[in-house]
């Protein structure tokens, strides 16, 4: 087992591995930026180094920095969390060259399955069910042609990247070359690379993601799934466990499809096999994570399983001691973002000082967060601050709980998201559990006409 890892990332994420690090007895060290130098995480480690300026390129992303950080400081493996280096190819290679252990999949798989395109082509090959689309196609007239074959609407999807970045939904074929172009060019600005895909546009759809845990042994464990479908400009506000959409008969072939994903690969710790689920129950691939997931707290309440831990466990070459049968779901969780952001102005980012913080407690209700009293938030990174889990016996008490922890979170001093999840919470087409990736764009409507 290692005994110190140098965690290369911030926040929530940077405390809760450091939390899992102490548990098992292994020693941290934190990096952080100028901006984060009062942060929890710096606080919380045993070491802790500025690696660079405010500007996450300039800090969380200066591979240099952070690599020399971990030679000098005598940290035998980098945990990178989720976001900025997390699926970084490059990164891992060179972890893999300094002789430092990246807690993740090796560089090469990185790399496979970043590509988006090979993955489609991976996955079809595997029998693995995958949405009718095309291959990389550079030439926007050719595209065009395959376009209406496909028919409309559909997806212009960049071969790389994430977080809604090079995607375009086109409806007609006259707006396809200005779509086509617009995401070619926010994916060569955003990951370096500008190829293109296209991809039937299948709706309504569900969200559905598969968590696995794999080591280097070939033994692998599906933990079931979590129901991501609410979803602002394609990133997620509110995930649940178990999904209200799968019959056990469904639940059972999608957690196969993802076994068989990883075996595809050879994969290696943990990863997420996303699908997007029809009105039919018809399922389809759409990418691998290769990475924590920031909702991996929801599979940790609802199987009672540290995903961070045994991704420590195998990086250091463990073997999984659970077998699938041994994978028990227990109620229903629901977990919600809390961003810092104003809802009401078209979601404007929030920093400032934490005048007043309280968290919400009670058995089963966690809340993951880096926010402490006094605390500045800074305007350099992501507008999420933390998340709120709850766990219950059944779907509607964890509504019930939910709304209720909601209610008794405070944080005075900048905007925050809370009042918005606990409408989405109330609303009739959440409580159903029938909404889909379309959800919040149909919300937002019916709240607008009911404020106009």
């Known amino acids: ?60 992303l200066n591979i240099p920095a952070i690599l020399t950080v971990a030679i000098e400081s005598g940290a035998q493996a980098i945990h990178p969390g989720y976001g900025l280096l997390s699926e970084n190819a490059k990164f891992a290679s060179l972890c893999e060259q300094c002789n430092i252990n990246f807690i993740g999949p090796t560089s090469t798989m ?62 007609s074929l006259e707006e396809f070359e200005d779509a086509f172009v617009s995401a070619s060019a926010e994916a060569q600005a955003a990951f370096g690379d500008g190829a293109c895909y296209l991809e039937k546009l299948i709706f309504p759809v569900k969200h559905i993601e598969m968590q696995l845990l794999c080591d280097k042994y070939d033994n692998i464990i599906c933990l079931g799934e979590r129901e991501c479908s609410v979803q602002r400009n394609n990133q997620k506000m509110i995930e649940e466990s178990p999904s209200p959409a799968l019959d056990e008969k469904t639940r059972k072939q999608m957690m196969i499809a993802a076994v068989k994903a990883a075996k595809a690969v050879n994969y290696v710790n943990a990863g997420t096999v996303e699908f997007l689920l029809d009105k039919d129950n018809n399922f389809y691939f759409m990418e691998m994570n290769t990475r924590l997931q920031v ?67 009670g058995s089963f209700v966690r809340f993951d967060t880096a926010l402490y009293q006094d605390y500045t938030v800074p305007p350099y990174y992501d507008s999420m601050i933390g998340k709120l889990i709850v766990q219950a016996r059944t779907r509607a008490e964890a509504i019930r709980k939910m709304k209720m922890a909601l209610s008794e979170l405070t944080i005075d001093g900048i905007d925050i998201n809370r009042d918005l999840l606990a409408e989405i919470l109330s609303d009739e087409q959440f409580v159903s559990g029938e909404y889909t990736t379309d959800f919040m764009r149909e919300f937002e409507e019916r709240r607008n ?4």
């Open 1 to 60: 087992m290692f005994s110190k890892i140098l965690i290369a990332n911030r926040g929530e994420i940077a405390v809760r591995i450091i939390r899992a690090c102490r548990e098992m007895g292994i020693a941290t060290v934190a990096i952080y930026s100028e901006a984060d130098k009062n942060a929890m995480h710096v606080h919380l480690a045993d070491e802790s180094y500025c690696v660079g300026g405010s500007r996450v390129a300039d800090s969380y």
């Open 110 to 171: 990185i790399a496979m399955l970043g590509d988006k395109d090979n993955a489609r082509k991976t996955m079809r090959a595997a029998g693995v069910p995958v949405t009718p689309g095309t291959d990389i196609i550079e030439d926007v007239e050719l595209a065009k042609q395959e376009a209406e074959k496909i028919g409309f609407p559909l997806l212009i999807k960049a071969r790389l990247g994430g977080g809604g970045k090079g995607i375009r939904r086109v409806d």
């Open 295 to 361: 909702e991996h707290g929801v599979t940790e309440m609802v199987t009672g399983l540290d995903i961070v831990q045994w991704q420590i466990r195998i990086a250091a070459g463990a073997r999984l001691t659970r077998t699938q049968d041994s994978v028990f779901i227990h109620g229903n969780v629901i977990e919600c973002r809390i961003n810092a952001e104003n809802p009401d102005k078209n979601f404007r980012p929030s920093c400032g000082k934490i005048k007043r913080l309280h968290t919400p407690g």
């Open 449 to 452: 006409n009911t404020i106009l």
